[in-house]
């Protein structure tokens, strides 16, 4: 029965070639467009690590001026990274399971002369916990352990494009790479990392793409090295120089923690408020006391990690795909009850109005079928239009992907749409008298 | 019907009763074009803002400037007095370019879409804290950025020359404290600020030239000049604040940046000069050269990108909408095709038959459009509160049911035309 209903359906597609393609073609511009702003929404706003994103938490403490707070829109929130004195007394708490400061910084790299010129590399300073805390992939080696955070020694991890330029491509685990005024010695290659979200760090443009190589924390001392991100003060720094700014007020530092169960998010909480209060005695932090210890998830959405006009962009599109819908609904009725005769022949020799209801609602579905497959190819294209325009940004050119759930969100819409627009017209259909049709036979 | 304008207006009735035999018809058309009018004004709304956002401009001669980086690792540079001389020289080569007009020695850089900031108020009061932009420039920076100074002097190479001085002598260790915690000795730098961070320190109108600032460790900032255009995107409210000190920027771990303002359309062949003679003067060292133009239009990407495609949903939804409308038409023409014929036959005129379907259209058009703007208000309010943008005007409603007016008419009349076609014989004809 449903494969005879089928054939009616494309039959009935046939038989009028041009109002078949305007139908298909309406509901696949809907499905088309729908999904492409439905997808680069979600390629921003999808959980970057299921599983583990719930343990992690972005740390942050209110030690910003008494005068006023933190300046931004909502003048409740504290500032959005934190200080070194304040990382470096937080990380010597033993309730996170993993935990990590951070920050990123532009340095020298001097590859072999025959290889090429020095050039700036962006580079993230962190803690071994870095890499198995956001589940950054190896290729070759791995992340250094604890012992190279305490030293510093002089240990760095590559990622891919960087040993394709610097090592050739080849297992360079073992070898030597010079930064700045010292040796290194290459612990780990990642493998191809192309997270669409810089989850880990969205204080600037969360689009970038992840640094090119990663340096033990405690090299920020011995080399120097300069912050590339932002960095917010309130109060002159008490000396000049590196040691001036490790001992100011200046936030520029953001810290993760991993914390696996609730209650060890209640005892980190109850901890970071403790050694505020502590700290106030000294005459630190002098605003109310106001600590964050935030979800991953809670904290990219509140970093507005999905820009505005996305959002905007996909409620439009959605309602493009309603009008579509109704559109579709228009022309169905007018072409099911032009064929009102013919279903009252139908329906005089036998024909149940159930079965004339199925048969209208598989059309519909056909019609919904179709035109979301061809929908789906035309968002591919626009999604690969997308992404040569975000190459001129960003120098990537995979950003925006069909993933399954999208893939499979796209194929509900287009059911979706075809229901919607065909169950008026098919219940309309099904209650045409057949009396009246036959007599004008 | 002895009138022919009397006309159209007794035709209300007989079409609003044909539109209640069609309700779900009918109904159809009224609420896509009401949910069309309400996504076309709320997206031209959003592209005009995104537009005027874009048409913002700063002040300075963006289209002939070009920010030149140069980051060391010869470490020859990490000598005070060689990233002095080394300066000196860049100055010079840069300014041997033909085609550059100025050149200025600072890390200012506009459209990047911050910089750095501060806090100050007017010296002597115990005023709130305003903060403002702040950034380092030589004799020549204003002059490179194409600003006039509009009241007051520029900075002078003695000026730089003090200022390079003192900072260096900060720069050797702590300052000692007073009792309040704060530097014993004040220090105070001279400043050109911009007028409207004057009128926010200051209130008035100005004049602000030899006024006094000062900042939370007491020192002072003696305005010198003032300079009126200035917009910079701050990720903070602060665009138009700023207050620019002499000094030199350089050292070895930040690099030194500069400034090039070309002659009109030199930009490309200044750039490639520009990269030879800084390389002449030391190799040693990673040049990233670009125009201010091509800084902007990254700065302003997404919201160009967002606003184009916006514009694209824009006109295929009015297409779409316009489809709809041919469609349901044509379907109510074939319906009606034996009434047609007998109004024909009885004497109606084709012009009268056209202007039945113009009519019921523009009925039904009107109606949606009636609720689009409730929708398109409602819409608004929603995606304000929720998300962005600005509230919109009558005019752009205004707008948006005219273009939609238009639209409808222009979608109803094809298959009016067929229908005033339809010859009074068929209704004399059994199927």
Redesign the interface.
Known sequence: MFLYNLRIALLSLRRNSV?SS?IVG?IA??IA?ATL?STMRHVLAKDPLPGQSRALHYVRVDSW?P??PY??DDPTRPPTQITYQDMVSLMRSDIPARQSGMFKA?L?V?PDPKIG????QLTRLCFADFFPMFQVPFRYGGPWDRKADAGPEPVVVLSEELNDTAFGGVNSVGRTLRIE?RDFKVVGVLDRWRPPVKFYDVTQFAAQAPEAMYLPFNFLRPM?V?SVG?RDG???A????LE?LLASESCWIQMWVELPTREKVEAYRSFVDAYVIEQKKTGRFPRPLNNRVTPMMAWLKEQKVV???????T???L??L???S??L???L???F??RAPEIGVRRALGARRRDVFVQHVVECEVVGVIGGALGILLSLAGLAWMNS?VK??LTRDDFFQLDLTMAVFAIFLSLLAGLVAGL?PAW?VCRVPPAVHLK?Q | MSTPAAAPALEFGPILRAMKRNKVRFGLIVVEIALTLAIVANCVSMILDARREMARRSGFDDANLLSVRSTPFDPAFREDGYLDNSLRQDLEALRSVPGVRAATNTFFLPWQGGGSSTELRAAGTRGEWLRTQIYAVDEHGFDALGVPITAGRNFTAEDVETSAALFRELRRGPRPRGPDGLPARKVTQDVVITEAYGRLAFGGNGPFVGRMLEDNDGDFYRIIGTIDAFYNFYGWPIHEYAVFYASRSRSYESGAAFLVRVEPGQGEAAAKAVEQKLLAVNGGRDLRIRTITEIKGQFFGRKRLVASMMSGLVVLLVFVTSLGIVGLTSFSVAERTRQIGTRRALGARRIDILRHFLLENWMVTSLGLVMGVLLAYGLNVGLVSTVAGARMGWPLIAGGVTLLWLAGLAATFVPALRAARISPAVATRNV
């Open positions: 109002l305007v309406g511009l809907g467009v702003f001026d005068l006023k300046p931004g532009n020298y001097f010129r020095p050039t700036k005024d120097r300069q932002n309130w109060k002159s008490p000396a000049p120089g001036g820009p505005n006009e996305i959002n905007a962009l409620v439009v599109s309602l493009f309603a009008v579509c109704l559109n609904m228009g022309l009725l007018g072409k009850l032009a325009w001129t940004l008026y309309r004008l």
